[in-house]
């Protein structure tokens, strides 16, 4: 019985010893340099094997007393592992039976106005007196509570928000007015009927509680996930909440909705089909660098976007105007009040000083020439445009920027323009976005999306051998109609280009340098092919197309395969320098090249930077640095590092 309590952990302490005397034998084979090395090393790996079986032959007589001392060790142990085990799993069931307590809606695809994640307003389908009266006289400690968390809490009867920002709506102070009052008469009833309505919802089941935009989910098909497939909203009721009990009831909502917002894979207010989006993921996934731009447009314009409206505060300012727009809509606003709340687009003027104007605003949108360069030529592009053929364009573009910067040197124009184009860098992105927050700085996002570059997905078949695909382009381009847009001579009589034929070059320039990747990536999951070789044709690439990072990834891992663990760092190091949260991998990588390199200090310092910013780390994570920590001597936190890989391994296939 003894034998067969203690078998799994002297299993285990003889695993980590043949791990450990393989990886030194590992070490010393790979240092010898000649034959007679070599066979110096094998003698002495022989030499030490000799001396393993004849401790084995001395301490056998002692294995009964051992086994007792493994055994009481295991227990300790064990009653150690299961306090911890008992704590997460208490800590999961009450996540989870909060989480159940949430309702949950869903409307179809994305909803045609923009919620604030931030924002959470009490609703309820019919008056109850008790919850309203403690709200009303607690109000503030509540608002308070969702401050301290990043939130902003909304209770609408007592509600008195800042009208200094409605200037943004371009509305005239009457309709203004009508507005506020509109706003300032309405019940949460009366507001709860109009969400059910906009967002077609059953008003039955809007009880008292909490309501809360909680996420898009985004479309999990490959190649689609930019594409919104359904906009989710939660409700959390509210009845039970007793007068004494309200701060405890709202401290647990605001940490809940924190801990749901740090769950890796997505929980009830997030939806996560990766942790990478757009252009990083496509990094990943090995696109040429010329496609990142494209990808990761959507991604920067809403980030950026989000700053921007929290720098001039349209919706921490809670402007009345903000709230029905962005929580209701138009549609809905114009039938109850037969008020047009979105007034006429304005024309848009190029001055003969080259500055922007809205006429009928009677407002000035301030940019760079450079900036200005951009945004004209999508004026003079209603047909859109990708970022990566924007080279095809250089001529038209360095004609708007000579006319719009005369005073400039022109071997300095036409490096600006050359920076422009060249989207592997990703600036462009910013740049449109800095249009963007020019256009947001004088109007409302719901006149603004008119005026600034957005993104227009155009999907088409292909035709021949290829009409079964369907390929899609992510075209830039600014919805204004044309006829609202007066341009100065100068910039009329600059040609308009169609350059087919070197876009039509640029696609298939792009399409090659895709296919030789694949070749090469295929070749890197073939066992049978020599690194060596495989390490001199990724080398060859990436000296043609220096910015295909997924190469880098690849190479590193051949050159830790053949041992040559220097040159694994430095490409480790190059991935972890561009973007260490796109390649973390490539953190860790780093880290296990070090060890077997025999700089433990090194590695360990690295490996934990890796668990700094990783939000869940593997099983092999673990056991890599429990390694580091035993060449350490650090025993308690290698058993704790063990004691995790074994928990997660014991996870895993309990999933299969």
Not at 347 to 352: E, F, K
Not at 389 to 416: C, F, G, P, T
Request: hydrophobic share 40%; with cysteine.
């Amino acid at each position: 019985m003894i034998f067969v309590l203690c078998f799994e952990d002297c299993r285990a302490y003889l695993k980590n010893i043949v791990e450990s005397l393989i990886y030194e034998w590992n070490s010393l084979y790979k240092d010898a340099k000649d034959e007679k090395g070599i066979c110096l090393a094998c003698f002495l790996m022989l030499f030490i094997t000799l001396i393993l079986l004849l401790c084995c032959l001395f301490f056998f007589p002692l294995l009964p007393l051992l086994s007792v001392c493994f055994v009481f060790r295991n227990f300790r142990n064990n009653d150690t592992d299961d306090t911890w085990l008992r704590e997460q799993q208490e800590r999961e069931e009450n996540y989870w039976r909060k989480w159940n307590k949430f309702k949950r809606f869903h409307y179809p695809g994305k909803v045609p106005f923009d919620f604030d994640a931030d924002t959470y307003i009490y609703v309820e389908n019919r008056y109850d007196e008790s919850l309203n009266r403690c709200i009303r006289e607690n109000l503030d400690e509540i608002e308070a509570i969702f401050r301290q968390n990043g939130f902003r809490f909304i209770y609408l009867p007592q509600w008195k928000p800042d009208t200094s920002l409605n200037g943004l709506a371009n509305l005239t102070e009457e309709k203004n007015r009508d507005i506020e009052n509109f706003l300032g008469s309405m019940t949460t009833v009366e507001y709860t009927k109009l969400l059910c309505k906009v967002l077609h919802l059953d008003w039955t089941e809007m009880e008292s509680g909490i309501f809360h935009f909680a996420c898009f989910i985004y479309d999990s098909t490959p190649g689609m996930w930019n594409i919104v497939r359904e906009s989710r909203f939660t409700l959390y009721p509210m009845q039970g909440m007793t007068e004494d009990g309200w701060e405890t009831f709202f401290l647990d909502y605001c940490a809940f909705i924190k801990e749901d917002r740090q769950r890796p894979h997505g929980g009830l207010c997030m939806s996560v089909v990766s942790n990478l989006q757009g252009g990083e993921f496509y990094e990943r996934e090995g696109v040429p660098q010329q496609e990142f731009a494209d990808h990761e447009f959507p991604i920067v314009m809403k980030n950026i976007a989000e700053n921007i409206k929290k720098e001039i505060e349209i919706l921490k300012g809670a402007g009345y105007y903000e709230l029905l727009l962005h929580t209701l809509g138009t549609e809905t606003l114009d039938e109850l009040k037969n008020v047009k709340v979105i007034p006429e687009l304005s024309r848009l003027q190029i001055t003969d000083e080259f500055n922007i104007r809205l006429l009928d605003y009677d407002k000035e949108v301030r940019m760079t020439p450079l900036q200005k360069t951009l945004y004209i030529f999508y004026l003079r592009h209603p047909e859109g445009v990708e970022f990566k053929m924007l080279s095809a364009y250089y001529d038209e573009l360095l004609a708007i920027y000579k006319v719009l910067s005369n005073r400039e040197d022109a071997e300095k124009q036409k490096e600006s323009i050359r920076r422009l184009v060249d989207v592997t860098d990703n600036a462009i992105n910013e740049k449109c976005s800095r249009i963007k927050e020019a256009f947001l700085k004088v109007a409302d996002d719901f006149i603004a999306r008119n005026y600034y570059i957005v993104l227009d997905r155009y999907e088409y078949r292909g035709e021949g051998d290829k009409k079964n695909y369907i390929y899609v382009e992510l075209l830039k381009k600014i919805m204004l109609p044309r006829g609202l847009v007066i341009y100065p001579k100068e910039i009329s009589d600059i040609e308009v280009l169609v350059p087919e034929e070197r876009k039509k070059v640029i696609k298939e320039e792009l399409e090659e340098i895709r296919e030789q990747y694949r070749a090469l990536n295929r070749l890197f999951f073939d066992k049978s092919y020599p690194k060596g070789a495989l390490i001199e044709k990724y080398t060859a690439f990436i000296n043609l197309n220096p910015k295909y990072y997924a190469a880098y990834r690849d190479r590193a891992i051949l050159y830790t395969h053949i041992g040559k663990y220097r040159e694994a760092v430095a490409d480790n190091q190059l991935l972890i320098t561009h973007n260490e949260r796109v390649w973390s991998d490539a953190i860790f990588n780093k880290a296990e090249a070090l060890f077997f390199l025999k700089d433990y200090d090194g590695a360990l310092k690295v490996a934990n930077h890796y668990f700094a910013i990783c939000e869940k780390p593997t099983a092999e994570c673990y056991r890599i640095r429990a390694e580091i920590f035993r060449m350490l001597k650090m025993s308690d936190e290698y058993k704790t590092d063990m004691r995790e890989y074994k928990r997660l391994r014991k996870g895993k296939k309990n999933k299969i």
